[in-house]
Every structure is written in C-alpha cells, then in structure tokens.
C-alpha cells in the first residue's frame, strides 16, 4: 500500500518497510522484519500538508510516509478523523473567519476601553 | 509512490568542514513547512488565544512547536514534539503568580520586595531546568526522544548568578533609589556574556540523545566577543545618528529655520527613534547571529558536531524586510516572518558526521530518561 520508514522505538536505526493497512490489520513490512497491529492501534498524527505523515504504533514504534496519496489512504484505512480545529485551520475560508472574528473582537475591546475611559473622566 | 531518499547528503557549500576529524558527511537539515499553512494555524490560536483570555496559549504553543518539528527534516525522518499543554499551563501560572507577587511586594513593603525577589532568585533556576526537561523528553527524532541530564546544582551555578544581576539592581534602584549603592549593584551585569555562556553550556552541554551525550566546546569568555561586536555596531549607529544631528543642526542654522530643537515633535521623535532602530535592528541581529554561530558550531555528539554559518549582513537584511512588512500589514505576517527567519536558520546548519551517520543512530539507544516529575514550562 504505501512505502515508509519505520523506527522501532527502541533504537534510531531507519527501515525502509511496506506499510499496508488491510482488514482491520497493520502490517509492517521490511527486509528482514514483518509487524502486525490492529489498525484500531494506530494513532495518526495531525496531517500538515509538507510534512510526512507520522503513524504512532503501540509499542512504542512509528512510521513515516512521506506520499501524500498514501497519507490519505492511511487515514481512510484507519478512519481518521480530522479534530476540529485542525479542519479550521485548514482551509482559508475558515481561517479569514478567524481573522474577522478576531477583528471584531479587537474593535469591541478598544470600544469598551474607550467607554470605561470615557465614565473615569 | 516513491522511497525515501536513501542518502540526504547536501554538498558543503555554504558551511565549512570543521577543524578537527576527518568529515565524512555533511547533513543539512530542511524546512518542509510554508508560511500560509502556518499563518492559518497562527491566526486560529491567536482568535482562541483572545477568545479564552490566554488559557488556550498553551495549546497554541504546542500546536506551533509540533507544526515547527514535524516539518523539520533531516537525513530522511521528521523531528516531533509530543508534549501536552497541562506543563506549559502550570508554568505560566506560576510565573504570573511570582510577577504579581513581585509586583505587589514592593506596594506593601521593602522587607517584602526583598523576600519575594530572594524567592524568585530560588525559583528560576528550578523553573528553568524543569522547562529544558520538558522540551528536551518531548522532543523526539526518529523515535527515540532527547534527554537533558542537568543537575539541580548546576542549574543554579547557570542561572543564580544572572537571575541575581538583574533582580538586585531592579529590587534596590525601585526600594531605595537615592541610596549610591543602587548604582553599584548593577556592575556584575558587566559580566553579562560571561553568565550568558554559562546558561547556554548548562542548556546545551547536559542534551542527550538515545544514550549519545551532547559536548559544549565553547568556553565562558568567548562570549564576550560577539557582545563587544554588537556594541562597536550599536556604538557606531548612535555616532552615524549624533553626526547626522550635528550636520542637520548647521543646516537648520544655515538655512535660517531657527534651531533643530525647535522643529517640530513628530521630526524629533523619528529622530529619537532611530537609535532604537538601530539597536534593534543592527546590534540585535549581529548579535544574535554571532552566538548561535558559537553555540550551534560548539554543540558535538559522539561522532557528529553540529555547524552553522549564518550571515550578519542577510540575516539582518532579512529581519528588516520581515519587520517591515509585519509593520505594514498591522502583525499580519508575523506567521510569515516565523517561517522565512526559521527557513533561514536551518538552511545556515549542518551535521557534520565524522562516521557513517545510520551506524550511529543504530548505536542510539532508547535509554531510561528521568522520571517526569512536576513538569513545567511556559
């Protein structure tokens, strides 16, 4: 499914695996290793666009997979889903909200300090 | 679907070889990272930020601490920050507890200001060296994460002696500001760089990573001379800005406008606030420039020891334009600004690995860190 690297967690020794995410199971695949994982115990990191994405396993281990077509067939393997906030700040629209929103928020504050000014006069 | 590239070795152009030991590599860490994607990030933890009074900050740092990891990369793998926001939470409480003390001491009574100050000179020592563990546990770099070995004993050689120069002469010249002896408490600052060293040998030289322990070559006195640097830069923008004065004042004579003087406030103030410029954006960067210089070129691992070559002259050009432009869209490319001097810094460093760098990361050992404790950061 996807080409990864993989760290054990017990030591920083890099290994090219083939990472599948297939019925409910995660196998791990390198030259000289297999792991299986129930996919339920993988913990996908929040995804940032440049950045591999990173699959915390429970044992301590992690894979990385830099594709992005991968990264999305992970997260659909593995039912992924987007926390809130990252799903604002990921698209522009949302984020320009923010922006305005925050701007409101500023004007009424100076207004309302304006107005306690205004009564201490 | 590609693998990764199997060697991430960057020819040495920008960064010399260092002196000592053959160089067998040269690794240069990279950005992955783009500054609409951060400032995305950074304007929904400011508006939270806002919206919760400051609590929601300490998620926001860590959102920006994991966005800025995650998309470094080096040799292949990613960094990672996996720590939560209970640590960085508590240790902004409890510096906002100490300042308000602080502050309020000095209302009630001088006795008070006094145990408050000797309070705080005992506290930060222990702040900071729980604030290293912190970054240092939750960091982590092909899954193993860093370590920092520092002892309580060493955090207050570090950090007593500087935390004290500035404490007692703010604590006197505020209590008794007439008394002589105000003035002479702040000559230990003199001895600034030398305490600065200290810090950053006690931050740097206790890292350790996967069993490897981190070295810190640099000796306290070769902080005194970016110091001296920065202040010869700063000293001569304010006699550039005294000359200046001089020529535009036999001008104002010359031309009959009466005396410099009596121009009008907003020319005075612009004239007032260019040796502000020039501190900050001259003397600050060159120095800023020189000490990472120092620190990153005298960090070492076994094997490995870390370089970075980065320029006064682009990297204040850089600060400049970054600060303009922050000014210009009223802080809104503040996200912008992180993520270009970011960018720059990095692709200023390198790992120059005296050995084959995947036999020493085999050598790097999930070791057993320090038990967490009370942590905190801010």
């Known amino acids: 499914m996807a080409f990864a690297i993989f760290f054990d967690g017990d030591n920083a020794r890099l290994h090219r695996v083939d990472l599948q995410a297939v019925g409910g199971a995660l196998t791990v695949r390198g030259d000289d290793f297999a792991r299986i994982y129930l996919s339920t115990d993988g913990e996908l990191a929040e995804p940032f666009a440049g950045a591999p994405a990173v699959l915390y396993l429970p044992d301590g281990a992690r894979c990385e997979v830099a594709c992005p077509r991968a990264h999305a067939a992970l997260a659909e393997a593995l039912g992924y889903r987007t926390p809130r906030v990252v799903r604002w700040q990921e698209r522009w629209r949302a984020a320009l909200a923010a922006l305005a929103l925050l701007a409101a928020m500023l004007g009424w504050g100076a207004l309302s300090v304006l107005d306690v000014l205004q009564i201490l006069d | ?378």
């Open chain 2, 1 to 378: 679907m590609s693998l990764p590239p199997k060697n991430v070795t960057v020819p040495a152009k920008r960064a010399a070889a260092p002196a000592r030991g053959a160089v067998m590599d040269i690794l240069a860490p990279r950005f992955t990272g783009s500054g609409q994607e951060y400032f995305r990030i950074w304007i929904v933890n400011l508006l939270l930020t806002l919206a919760t009074l400051g609590v929601y900050s300490a998620w926001g740092k860590v959102r920006r601490l994991r966005y800025f990891e995650r998309n470094t990369m080096l040799a292949g793998a990613t960094f990672d920050f996996g720590g939560g926001p209970g640590a960085i939470l508590r240790g902004r409480a409890l510096a906002l507890l100490l300042l308000v003390a602080y502050d309020v001491a000095f209302v009630l009574s001088f006795r008070l200001a006094l145990a408050v100050a000797a309070a705080l000179m005992l506290v930060v020592p222990w702040l900071m060296r729980s604030a290293l563990r912190y970054r240092a546990r939750h960091t982590t770099y092909r899954g193993l994460p860093f370590g920092f070995r520092g002892s309580v004993a060493g955090a207050y050689r570090a950090y007593l002696p500087p935390v004290a120069a500035v404490l007692l002469p703010v604590t006197l010249c505020a209590a008794v500001p007439d008394n002589p002896l105000a003035v002479l408490s702040l000559l230990p600052l003199l001895g600034w760089p030398a305490m600065h060293g200290a810090m950053l040998r006690y931050q740097h030289g206790h890292l350790s990573y996967g069993g490897h322990a981190a070295r810190f070559e640099a000796p306290a006195r070769r902080f005194f001379r970016p110091y001296l640097g920065a202040l010869l830069v700063i000293a001569a923008g304010v006699a550039l800005c005294l000359a200046a004065e001089a020529g535009l004042a036999l001008l104002y004579a010359e031309k009959g406008w009466g005396s410099f003087e009596a121009a009008p406030p907003a020319v005075r103030w612009a004239w007032l606030a260019l040796p502000v410029y020039l501190v900050l954006l001259l003397g600050g960067p060159f120095l800023q420039v020189r000490l990472a210089n120092l620190v990153c070129s005298s960090i070492t691992f076994p094997g490995m020891r870390l370089h970075c070559a980065m320029q006064a002259r682009a990297y204040t050009r850089l600060l400049h334009a970054t600060a303009v432009l922050t000014v210009l869209t009223l802080g809104l490319y503040r996200p912008f600004a992180a993520v270009r001097v970011y960018r720059y810094r990095l692709a200023c460093m390198a790992l120059h690995v005296h050995d084959d760098f995947e036999a020493i990361s085999a050598g790097a050992r999930r070791m057993r860190l320090h038990p967490p404790g009370l942590e905190l950061s801010w």
